[in-house]
Antibody, heavy 115, light 106 residues
């Protein structure tokens, strides 16, 4: 079945980096755009970034521009989010989601930015 | 950027009640809208896509309507498993979510 599984979360100090991964299965990964969405503790959902099916187009929410980079490896059916210069306000569960209408989500991976 | 205004932010209802949640878009988005249900500690689950199409496997008590700037999610007869938080999502432009509606037991 169609599935995406996030990994790579953890506790990191402010200013440090972390890379999240999202492994896809059950569909032709290279045919679909992919998103990252996050949810801070007790808060609502916030869209973070999107990448086109071939990786040629990438867009970010303003608060992460210049710090986060979305990428993909279609040979490995994997989506990535490289997060640099992390801040306390980046603490959240990070979800990956498939396609322009975000039809399929993973279970999320928790990133905690704390000293 | 398109802003999504969702109301109410919370509501209390009883089993069997009819519940309506509204999302208003800051500009027309055609029918590029989905509704999601989220339970504590779980990922969001899509209920409705294209504003009014029921996701496979979702009970028929859930329905969606609207287009352009006004959208509604209706639960015709609230069940115990429906107590959760609901979000709308527009994907006409860069995606944006409504603020959420927490449905609690009265």
């Amino acid at each position: 079945q169609v599935q995406v599984v996030e990994s790579g979360g953890g506790v990191v100090q402010p200013g440090r980096s972390l890379r999240l991964s999202c492994a896809a299965s059950g569909f032709t990964f290279s045919s679909y755009g992919m998103h990252w969405v996050r949810q801070a503790p007790g808060k609502g959902l916030e869209w973070v970034a999107v990448i086109s099916y071939d990786g040629s187009n990438k867009y970010y929410t303003d608060s992460v521009k210049g710090r986060f980079t979305i990428s993909r490896d279609n040979s490995k059916n994997t989506l990535y989010l490289q997060m640099n210069s992390l801040r306390a306000e980046d603490t959240a569960v990070y979800y990956c989601a498939k396609d322009s209408d975000l039809d399929t989500w993973g279970q999320g991976t928790l990133v905690t930015v704390s000293s | 950027d398109i802003q999504m205004t969702q109301s109410p932010s919370s509501l209390s209802a009883s089993v069997g009640d009819r519940v309506t949640i509204t999302c208003r878009a800051s500009q027309g988005i055609r029918n590029d809208l989905g509704w999601y249900q989220q339970k504590p500690g779980k990922a969001p689950k899509r209920l409705i896509y294209a504003a009014s199409s029921l996701q496979s496997g979702v009970p028929s008590r859930f329905s969606g309507s609207g287009s352009e700037t006004e959208f509604t999610l209706t639960i015709s007869s609230l069940q115990p498993e429906d107590f959760a938080t609901y979000y709308c999502l527009q994907h006409n432009s860069y995606p944006s979510f409504g603020g959420g509606t927490k449905v609690e037991i009265k």
